[in-house]
Each structure stands twice: as structure tokens, then as C-alpha cells.
């Protein structure tokens, strides 16, 4: 199982984001765009992807896989509910890498039957940014969940900050997502390096 591009996984909403973010060397982002118009959504995940080739970024589009497949983005994320509609024949057969959001057991196993290039845990930590189902699973959870499905990548995303990375990482995450830690701050792009930083520090003390 190859493993994923970078420790760090910012989730943005727009094509700036992906630039600014691309620029400070993120290079693992995921494009998670709500509530456009058809065309304004193609046009701004066209200018996301032409962003994240300047700047050597893999770019993760969430939940339209008919456009991922058109535009020949590199990773596709999925929620369970999106596994309803989602052509996974298709996305294959384009060869494009997915992700798949998981809650508990049952999604854990649906998830893994779709044979992922990652799974996704979440929320780790109570998170603002949407309504959830499922409480906070923790890092225990993280821990218990890459026993579970070994070399595939695993990622923690929810309510995750700067300070809790390290916890996320040493819990077995591959790789740690955040949305507002990095869109909120107040220098994004500072943000960006010190989550590298940090992430390359646990790499070299490991070794």
C-alpha cells in the first residue's frame, strides 16, 4: 500500500486556498466545495488543479467524483453517503485514489470492502464546522483503527489543532487533516510550516 503524499492534510473550500497553502508547501490537500452552481463548481475545482500542478500539490476533490474523473484529479474523498451513488467501477478503472470517511465498525468495514487507498477517522475531537452523527471517537480510536487495517493509510480528521497533532501522529495516523487551524489562523502559510515542522520532528526522533 503506497503511502500518502505528506503527514499534513489541509481541507480548504476554495482555489486560493489551495494556492496559498500549496505555496507554503502543503502538499496533500483536500477541496471540499459546497453550495455552487454547477458551473462555478467546475470552474473553481479547474483552477484548484491548475494551482495544485504549479506547486506539486496532490489535490484531493471531496464528494463529485463525475468531475474528478473529467478533470483527471489525482484523489477523490468519499463520505459513507456519497458511496451510495459514487460509480467505484469507474473511478477505478480511471485510476484515480480515494478516501473514505469512517465512523465506527460498520463504516469501517464497508469502507474497506471498497478497497481504499485511505481511511479516514473522525471526528477525533468535537469539531464546529459541521453537524455530526457521531460523537468524538479519540485517539484511542486511531490507535485501534490502524490495528485494524495494518499498512493502509489512516487519517485523523476533527477538530484537530496544532497541539494535537503530535498526539495524532503517535496514535498511528498517517496523516492529520484540518480545516479551520489552517484557514482561520492568522498567517495560514506560517501555519503550514510549523505543522511540517512538527510532523518532520516525530519522523526524525523516530528514527
Known sequence: MSALPQKIYPVVDTAEWVNRL???GARFIQLRIKNYSPEKLVAEIRQAHTYAKQHGVCLVLNDYWQIALDEGIDYLHLGQED???ADLAAIRKAGVRLGISTHCHEELDRALACAPDYVALGPIWPTR???M???PQGVEKLTEWKKLIGDLPLVAIGGITFERLRACLDAGADSV???SDFTLHADPEGQVK???AEADAGTRAAV
Open 22 to 24: 500549496g505555496g507554503a
Open 83 to 85: 458511496l451510495d451513488t
Open 129 to 131: 464546522l459541521k453537524k
Open 133 to 135: 452523527a457521531f460523537g
Open 177 to 179: 487533516a484540518a480545516v
Open 194 to 196: 510549523r505543522w511540517l
